[in-house]
């Protein structure tokens, strides 16, 4: 069992930047693959990047690259998504996802635990 809390939400300018935050706790964290994905309203889950499980391998969707970059700290069981050059298309909730492999996929049924999730608005 995993428990997930993200933080690190709020409300920014377009062209600012944001740090969210995934604290885990349980067994479950170090040997998994984490997943960030996002929800606007009438929008289904969105995929916005993922780390496998030993931080050394990461991909992200198109239309975050080169803006977006997470990490995780095994040691301190948390995860991060560092968000730069945020677009008003941006805003979202945004969740941290356990994967129930140690690399990851887009797919959001390919991860068992779920954060509550943190409200991400970005104002034009």
């Known amino acids: 069992q995993v428990n997930l809390v993200e933080s690190g939400g709020g409300v920014v300018q377009a062209g600012g930047s944001l740090r969210l935050s995934c604290a885990a706790s349980?067994?479950?964290?170090?040997?998994?693959?984490v997943g960030w994905f996002r929800q606007s309203p009438g929008k289904e889950r969105q995929f916005v990047a993922r780390?496998?499980?030993?931080?050394?391998?990461?991909f992200y969707a198109d239309s975050v690259k080169g803006r977006f970059t997470i990490s995780r700290d095994n040691a301190k069981s948390t995860a991060y998504l560092q968000m730069n050059s945020l677009k008003a298309d941006d805003t979202a909730i945004y969740y941290c996802?356990?994967?129930?492999?140690?690399?990851?996929?887009?797919?959001?049924?390919?991860?068992?635990?779920w954060g509550q999730g943190t409200q991400v608005t970005v104002s034009s």
């Open positions: 349980g067994r479950t964290f170090s040997d998994r693959a």
């Open positions: 780390v496998s499980w030993a931080g050394v391998h990461t």
């Open positions: 996802a356990v994967a129930t492999g140690i690399l990851g996929t887009a797919v959001a049924s390919d991860y068992n635990y």
